[in-house]
């Protein structure tokens, strides 16, 4: 194969993969939009299963662009591939992001890269769930603190396909803001002293569903590594998998839900799963407890 030019450009994510897939059938498949010059699929490395993402490289930009105009939301090998530029490298390109938040569901990366334009944007993304389906929002950098500001002022509140987005810097919310501290003279009350005739609490054991609560989880565990984790057993491809995250930001709360497709399925990845590694964590696997 042709050298890769190591340009960040020129690498591609292919998401929404089966689990089955081969780096070699992938390879075939896309080397039809140019030069492959590598494939890997990403595995788990405690089972060694996929995680039903790749990235593939190719010898130049312009192919790599090529096929993601060419194979996204392509079926292959029964699945509706999710197929962007790979941004695993895009700290290196440096400047300031923007967070653009309440787009349309059919908002694409082109639409936010022309909507940008006149800031000479370094890169734009439209985050998307495992299937390529938009989350509603997207991150756009651009050189540095003045261009970031003039693009805010500018299009802030701009309506685009009957939405007023959101154009603000890229920072978490005040959700994930750290407690205000304690007053030096606040005090505590007192506690309450035990009711000599109180009840004991009798915790109800929590209901089998086809729903499981996933806690522990890595910050960046996506949703894909959750979906493959659970498809990793033997028999069990869940309906879907979802890591939950603070709204309006992209910073997970540690933690997800699994809905499997028959309880016989919930049981068994959860009694195969719960305290297993994913991404460097222990995960802890029960059924929800909301079901």
Known sequence: MASYSENPAAAVFVGNLPWTTKEDELAQYM?????????EVMTHADT?????????????????RFAIDHFNEREFQGRNLNVRLDRSDVEKLGGVTVFVGNLPWSCKDQHLNELFGAFNPL????????????RGFGIVR???????????????????????????????????????????NARAPAPKPPQAS???????PIEPSTTL??????????????????????????DSAKVQYIEKTTRSKGWGLVVCKSLEDAQR???????SELDGRTISVRFD???
């Open 31 to 39: 080397q039809t939009a140019g030069t492959v010059a590598s494939v």
């Open 48 to 64: 060694g299963r996929s995680k039903g993402w790749a990235l593939v490289k190719f010898s130049t930009p312009d192919e790599a």
């Open 123 to 134: 890169d734009v993304h439209v985050k998307t769930f495992q299937t390529g389906k938009s």
């Open 142 to 184: 651009v050189a540095d603190d003045a261009t970031a500001q003039q693009a805010i002022l500018t299009l802030n509140g701009h309506l685009l396909d009957g939405r007023n987005i959101e154009v603000r810097e890229d920072r978490p919310r005040a959700d994930g803001a750290a407690p205000a501290p304690r007053r030096k």
């Open 198 to 204: 109180a009840e004991p609490i009798i915790r109800q």
């Open 213 to 238: 609560y996933v806690s522990n989880l890595s910050w960046q565990s996506t949703d894909d590594d959750l979906f493959q984790h659970v498809a990793s057993v033997a028999g069990v491809t869940p």
């Open 269 to 275: 990845a959860r009694d195969s799963l719960n305290k």
């Open 289 to 291: 407890a909301k079901n």
